[in-house]
């Protein structure tokens, strides 16, 4: 036995019932029905619940992937900046304004380098 039931909807959520329901070739009273039982049964929260897992597995996975990326990068920096430190003696005063010239020439070079790179989708870990 049914039971009969008064509600008020919005415009908007009303046209859009009307709509779903000519498309579907359902009555409303089919669609809102079926609507309630999905919306209060047990399992549909424990569905949503493994759903929202399973995104945030997911994510945590790329997360800890883009933890290890950012961890190889910084290693990778320090070791060379260590290297470099180690390798390359200080310069005297008298060259030290065309070693910086020259600094900011190849640095610029390397900015333009990288833009380049970063625009064409190329990478090194790839």
Known sequence: ???????????????????????????????VEAALLSFLSPDGSE????????????????????????EIGNEALALFVRFWLTANPPL???????????GRERYDGFVEALARRLDTGERLMG
């Open 92 to 102: 005297p005063d008298a060259a030290m304004a065309a070693a910086q010239a020259k």
């Open 1 to 31: 036995m049914k039971s009969k039931h008064t509600f008020r909807l919005s415009r908007e959520t009303a046209d859009q019932l009307a709509d779903y329901a000519i498309r579907k070739r359902a009555s409303q009273a089919e669609i």
């Open 47 to 70: 569905r949503m619940e493994a759903a929202f897992s399973r995104r945030i597995d997911r994510v945590l996975r790329q997360l800890e992937h883009l933890d290890r990326s950012v």
